[in-house]
């Protein structure tokens, strides 16, 4: 039988690890002082103390194998939401922590932090400084938020003081940074074929978008704000860049500075969602003869014509968060990051 190494304070486990978040969260982790274990599906990179366990979200065993000695879990594993994948999702958000949770009891992990979602609580209409005491989505409008929402039940449920698991989730919204695989690359690729043009509605809505680093700050900060004597076990928290900025406005601070031009003509908000519900309706009858998945979704035009930022103000006041990069500075940093997508590269 395998000698069971005792958890220690100082070695933790990024599930999901080799993803965009994942990946800056272990650079942060190493430069506190950690020695991380990182669990995904594939590896990306290598790190001088970072030990790479590949394997399946829902193998047990696999993820025992890289809990052994770990007191902390990081669980920043999920799909892009863009994939719109029902059966992936299910599988990753729910089944896949369902593992996670039991692995890290069986392993003797004493903290869980989840990287949850804002749009848990987001039905396609306007949120304005919107707190955790929010009802979840009721009728949530993609297969992504439908499953955060019963992943982040799951691990707020699972917090036990008596058993010795504590955890905590933390919903970022509209992450972006250097690295980014999913915002830049496909913002560039739209604007190259020449669908960058709209702005959908009157662009006076407002909406958070994160850098980065201040969403690692938040999950490292909550990690060590968690103990039995704290206000944060089994809650979730918003952190954002807590500078609200109009949807538009950030997207062509962006492409303007890529030199791409920026979106100048309107369209009625109504009309697009609209056709946009009407194209994903006709998506969902033709799936069984033909594999057809439209550019604009329901959720990505809410996403771009209504008011969604949220308040920090818990975050504030139980774990002294603070935005660590204003978001001119991250704006500045991504696009310096990117300069094989600049127009003409």
């Known amino acids: 039988m395998a000698t069971r190494i005792r958890p220690s304070s100082k070695r933790c486990a990024v599930i999901g690890g080799s993803g965009f978040l994942g990946r800056h969260l272990v650079e942060k982790l190493l430069d506190k002082g950690y020695t991380v274990s990182v669990f995904d599906i594939r590896q990306s990179y290598e790190l001088p103390g970072v030990t790479f366990h590949q394997g399946d979200l829902c193998d047990k065993q696999a993820l025992l194998t890289a809990l052994q000695g770990v007191s902390l879990v990081f669980h920043c594993a999920s799909p892009a939401p863009a994939s719109d994948d029902k059966a992936l999702f299910q599988r990753v958000n729910i089944q896949g922590t369902q593992a996670v949770l039991q692995a890290c009891t069986e392993a ?98 407002l909406v958070d978008f994160t850098f980065v680093d201040n969403v690692v700050h938040g999950h490292i900060l909550a990690a060590e704000s968690l103990r039995p004597e704290s206000p944060i076990c089994g809650k979730a928290y918003h952190i954002t860049n807590d500078e609200p900025v109009r949807f538009w406005d950030f997207m062509s601070d962006i492409l303007v500075g890529l030199g791409y031009a920026a979106p100048r003509y309107h369209l009625p908000y109504t009309l697009v969602y609209g056709l946009a519900l009407l194209l994903w309706l006709l998506s969902l009858l033709l799936s069984p003869l033909v594999a057809f998945k439209p550019t604009f979704t329901p959720m990505r035009v809410a996403l771009a014509g209504t008011h969604h930022f949220y308040s920090c103000s818990r975050a504030k006041q139980d774990m002294g968060y603070k935005p660590v990069v204003s978001l001119k500075d991250g704006i500045r940093r991504t696009v310096e990051s990117y300069p094989h997508l600049r127009h003409g590269a």
């Open 108 to 205: 003797g992990v004493q903290k869980v932090v989840l990287t949850s979602s804002a749009s848990v609580v987001f039905e396609g209409t306007d949120i304005k400084d919107g707190r955790e005491d929010l009802p979840y989505a009721k009728k949530p409008i993609d297969y992504y938020t439908q499953t955060k929402i019963e992943q982040e039940k799951l691990v707020l449920k699972a917090c036990d003081k008596e058993k010795g698991l504590l955890t905590v989730a933390i919903r970022p919204h509209g992450i972006f940074g250097p690295r980014d695989p999913q915002l830049v690359p496909i913002l560039v690729d739209t604007a190259r074929r020449g669908k960058m043009k709209f702005i959908i509605g009157d662009g006076s809505n």
